[in-house]
């Protein structure tokens, strides 16, 4: 959390200032970027006619500054913005993943699709708890179903030494881009999935779309792999696409390669 910034202060730093709004409407609250914002709600009092409207520095994407800090109070709040058009991330994105452990180990067994090498098995546990002020109704339980989960990624004893020899990550995905079919990725994967895990984004709490149940423990739009030796669910092996949807899914959190270098 970005303590002691107001989420005006917040917002600003990550906009330019733009003297005449286009003529066009503000995609959050619809009305022209050349008008007032519609944005009625409280928390946004003291933002002056004169720099009611804001570019996002990297995207360019324009919004009624009184817009984007009415998204950022809706958010966790966490010191980072999304655009809502192009969802590009501003600061660290995080998530509201509730307490939990996550380990991971290597099993000597291969996983169909990938016969050459042994598997990396992760495993999550999240114990029931009570909502916080970042969940949808806080102060309520929630319930955590079929914990501890078990989710598989190919590994190769080949992709490790290189990984560690070097321990430059660019080579490793400079290798794997090159073919994509190989194992090296998916230590990347795992070191991304960590990285992930800290910032609370592998897990969240709302209703499953699997069971219908409301407030509870849910994966958070990154997928896994969570059957080890058929695909009887579609979340299993083989499936040559995996990789690069995660590596897609985790880009949308934020998390990237560069996340991973020392
Ligand atoms: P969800 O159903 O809301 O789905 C969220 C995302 O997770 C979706 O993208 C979905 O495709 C994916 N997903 C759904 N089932 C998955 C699975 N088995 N493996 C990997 N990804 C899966 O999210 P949810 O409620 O967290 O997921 C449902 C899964 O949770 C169940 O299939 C099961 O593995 C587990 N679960 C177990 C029990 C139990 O009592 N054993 C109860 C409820 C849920
Ligand atoms: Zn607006
Ligand atoms: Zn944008």
């Not at 995609?27 to 709600?41: F, V």
């Not at 998530?95 to 999550?124: A, F, V, W």
């Not at 895990?197 to 219908?212: E, M, Y």
């Amino acid at each position: 959390a970005r303590k002691g910034k107001t989420p005006e202060e917040v917002v600003k730093r990550y906009l330019q200032k733009v003297r005449n709004p286009p003529e066009e409407d503000c995609t959050i609250c619809m009305e022209a970027l050349s008008g007032p914002s519609g944005y009625k709600g409280p928390g946004v009092g003291g933002i002056s006619r004169a720099e009611s409207v804001g570019r996002l520095a990297q995207c360019g994407h324009q919004y009624h500054l009184q817009c984007l800090v009415a998204m950022y109070n809706n958010g966790n709040k966490d010191g980072s913005l999304q655009c809502p058009t192009c969802k590009t991330i501003y600061g660290v994105k995080t998530g509201n993943q509730p307490p939990g452990k996550m380990e991971y180990h290597i099993i000597p067994h291969s996983l169909p699709g990938h016969p050459d090498c042994k598997t990396i098995r992760i495993i999550y546990n999240i114990p029931p708890g009570i909502q916080g002020p970042e969940h949808p109704n806080p102060g309520k339980p929630f319930t955590a179903r079929g914990f501890p989960r078990h989710c598989y990624l190919p590994d190769s004893e080949k992709g490790r030494k290189v990984y560690l020899k070097n321990s430059i990550i660019c080579l490793v995905l400079v290798i794997s881009q090159q073919h994509p079919e190989n194992n090296y990725y998916f230590i990347q994967v795992l070191r991304l999935l960590l990285v992930a895990w800290d910032r609370r984004l592998i897990f969240s709490v709302g209703t499953s779309s699997t069971t219908g149940e409301s407030d509870t423990v849910i994966w958070n739009e990154v997928h896994h792999k969570t059957e080890f030796g058929s695909n009887l669910t579609g979340h299993g092996f083989p499936d040559p696409g995996h990789l690069d949807n995660v590596l897609e899914e985790l880009r949308a959190q934020g998390i990237t390669e560069e996340d991973c270098l020392p």
